[in-house]
């Protein structure tokens, strides 16, 4: 068929839409080390899978003489695609139209991608790269961010929802990621903060640069903000397809199963842990002693790394970890790792995934700070998390195993479903040192020499309660394996409870400890 | 072997001591100390607007000691308690910082 004017006056209109907010702006963007909105979508995308829609949106702002303007897509573009092979909607902010500045038809087009990822139940992926709202749109804008925060909260735990900051994300706008499950940033490009460094400066006196103030690192490994952080775009995209590998499209669905594939031998499961409690190892070394591939993808690595939690397959079945880290402040729990372990915890349960927690821990970090910081409420978050969760709940007590953080580690009281210890496993309400302390004060004090009965009295408790076999009498623990079963009583467990069901009392929802 | 780590350092939680890594923000967190009552802290990032008291003067629990101006809204600070005023570090367009001490007062009954 020959073109027809139609046909020409479709691709014209096309063509100047596609090239985004023109060569000079697309030139400044390169400049700053970034890829344009639509060689992102591309980059990511498994290859001519991206199907845009709305593409000839266009803004209705009539006053400051906006009426004059075209913003080709409104300064965002949205689709459907797929990312190996699994169905996802996305939408891109581009920086190069008006500043990727979010006006009432930018907007529309993401809350219209993300009611159409709900509805059809499929994974949505965010990138942000925009100057904050379009303020000749005024309040218009305001409801904009309003209405994708609002669809934020109602898709929660129905659909994985992703966040990537792939340049500044300010002001109000920072809270839909926020509201999302997962955040990407990538050093040196993302930006997220809610007054910047002017205004900081103008009202504060406080000189500090955007890096400094609420760059990528700040994000990854102080604020929390991130969980994922990668040295370029192109590794932030291989982040993203590892991370949905792991995960289902939905709420109703299980994540994929991949053919089994045994644990690494370099990675001996009898030999990582030192035989002294007081010892560090690295706790990722026996999630990869387990793991198929000895695999296991960290989510939240730099930050509260004194609990380390991510997901690892189990005979092909994705499974969510969460392990104390002996390597960093002895593996204590306290307000980050809990509020960390917490958000992990109701992940994998809204979404299907088995939890596997692996305990080693001295208890919750004493001090001052910790106790003005509100460790009484944050702490409280996993107990709740762990509490209320209904996927198949896995713990396996390595060693130590004290006190309310015993309690804490997806115990058996908080409804573990299958609880291992081995024989190392220390179950006590602390440690010897302090126990005996305690116990045998008067003793001690009143002994002709002090030390030595201090010394014989915390042998005396070791021996007595350092071990699994008190907790194992009373059945709170089901079973003190050796290290090297491990992996076959978790893939036996995991393969047992595929059918779980566990009902809870109904109501609108609970009240955690937020 | 993980004994011979160079970095580890000690920590101790209910009487045992753990070698382990120490991360930057438990290093970085703040000393506590006893606040002092009569000790008159900015809780807001601003600027004075008026000074309303000179040292040697005695104040009451809830008399105005200073108006600081922070986010366009000017705030009185009162006396927290009933003594006198024994310093006065600041001055009529000064730029205070949270937590920066603007005046002390020796309490007395």
């Known amino acids: 068929m020959a073109p027809t004017s139609k046909h020409v006056d479709f691709f014209r209109r096309k063509n100047k839409l596609l090239g985004g907010g023109g060569t000079k702006a697309i030139e400044k963007q390169t400049a700053m080390g970034k890829l344009t909105a639509r060689d992102r979508i591309t980059a990511l995308l498994d290859a001519h899978s991206f199907h845009e829609y709305d593409l000839f949106v266009e803004h209705k702002c009539r006053d400051f003489d906006m009426e004059s303007k075209s913003l080709p897509g409104d300064g965002v573009i949205t689709g459907t695609g797929t990312i190996i092979d699994r169905p996802v909607c996305i939408y891109a902010q581009d920086f190069t139209v008006a500043g990727g500045s979010l006006g009432l038809m930018h907007a529309r087009k993401i809350t219209k991608i993300m009611d159409h990822a709900v509805k059809m139940g499929m994974p949505l992926i965010g990138i942000n790269d925009s100057g904050g709202a379009r303020i000749q749109e005024g309040v218009d804008s305001l409801a904009g961010y309003g209405e994708i925060f609002y669809r934020n909260t109602m898709a929660s735990g129905i659909i994985p929802q992703l966040s990537v900051i792939l340049g500044p994300c300010a002001g109000g706008a920072v809270y839909s990621p926020a509201l999302t499950d997962f955040v990407f940033v990538v050093d040196k490009i993302s930006k997220m903060f809610i007054t910047g460094p002017e205004v900081i400066k103008t009202v504060l006196g406080e000189e500090v640069s955007m890096e400094d103030l609420g760059g990528a690192r700040v994000q990854a490994e102080i604020t929390g903000n991130a969980h994922f952080i990668a040295s370029n775009e192109l590794e932030c995209f291989h982040q993203i397809k590892q991370l949905l590998s792991y995960i289902p499209w939905n709420n109703g669905?299980?994540?994929?199963?991949?053919?089994?594939?045994?644990?690494?031998?370099?990675?001996?499961?009898?030999?990582?842990?030192?035989?002294?409690?007081?010892?560090?190892?690295?706790?990722?070394?026996?999630?990869?002693?387990?793991?198929?591939?000895?695999?296991?993808?960290?989510?939240?690595?730099?930050?509260?790394?004194?609990?380390?939690?991510?997901?690892?397959?189990?005979?092909?079945?994705?499974?969510?970890?969460?392990?104390?880290?002996?390597?960093?402040?002895?593996?204590?729990?306290?307000?980050?790792?809990?509020?960390?372990?917490?958000?992990?915890?109701?992940?994998?349960?809204?979404?299907?995934?088995?939890?596997?927690?692996?305990?080693?821990?001295?208890?919750?970090?004493?001090?001052?700070?910790?106790?003005?910081?509100?460790?009484?409420?944050?702490?409280?978050?996993?107990?709740?998390?762990?509490?209320?969760?209904?996927?198949?709940?896995?713990?396996?007590?390595?060693?130590?195993?004290?006190?309310?953080?015993?309690?804490?580690?997806?115990?058996?009281?908080?409804?573990?479903?299958?609880v291992f210890a081995w024989p190392t496993a220390e179950i006590a309400v602390m440690g010897p040192e302090g126990a005996a302390n305690i116990i045998f004060r008067n003793e001690i004090a009143a002994a002709a020499d002090p030390a030595a009965t201090r010394k014989q009295k915390v042998a005396e408790y070791g021996e007595k309660f350092a071990n699994p076999y008190v907790a194992a009498a009373s059945g709170h623990i089901d079973a003190v394996i050796g290290p090297s079963d491990t992996r076959k009583f978790l893939v036996h467990a995991i393969q047992v409870s595929t059918n779980k069901s566990e009902s809870r009392p109904k109501k609108k929802h609970g009240i955690p400890p937020f | 072997m993980p004994s011979e780590h160079p970095r580890y350092q000690k920590l101790t939680v209910q009487g045992t001591t753990y070698e382990t890594l120490l991360t930057g923000k438990f290093l970085r967190r703040k000393p506590w100390s006893q606040p002092d009552p009569g000790s008159v802290a900015c809780v807001i990032p601003g600027m004075i607007l008026r000074v309303s008291v000179r040292p040697g003067q005695r104040v009451c629990k809830g008399d105005p000691l200073v108006t600081l101006e922070a986010m366009k809204m000017q705030n009185d600070v009162l006396s927290p308690v009933d003594g006198t005023v024994k310093s006065v570090a600041v001055a009529v367009g000064t730029q205070v910082a949270k937590g920066q001490v603007m005046l002390v007062i020796a309490s007395s009954p």
């Open chain 1, 253 to 418: 669905r299980r994540p994929d199963r991949y053919p089994p594939t045994a644990p690494k031998p370099r990675f001996d499961i009898e030999k990582i842990i030192p035989p002294e409690p007081s010892k560090p190892y690295d706790i990722r070394d026996i999630i990869r002693a387990v793991s198929d591939n000895s695999d296991f993808f960290e989510v939240h690595k730099s930050w509260a790394p004194n609990v380390v939690v991510g997901f690892a397959r189990l005979d092909g079945e994705t499974v969510g970890v969460v392990g104390n880290q002996p390597l960093v402040l002895a593996g204590v729990l306290d307000v980050d790792s809990s509020d960390k372990a917490a958000r992990f915890i109701r992940f994998c349960d809204a979404f299907n995934i088995p939890l596997v927690t692996l305990v080693d821990l001295p208890g919750y970090l004493p001090g001052i700070d910790q106790e003005h910081a509100g460790v009484i409420r944050h702490g409280a978050k996993i107990l709740y998390a762990y509490s209320e969760a209904t996927v198949p709940k896995i713990t396996v007590i390595l060693r130590k195993a004290y006190g309310g953080g015993y309690i804490a580690m997806c115990s058996r009281h908080l409804g573990a479903d299958f």
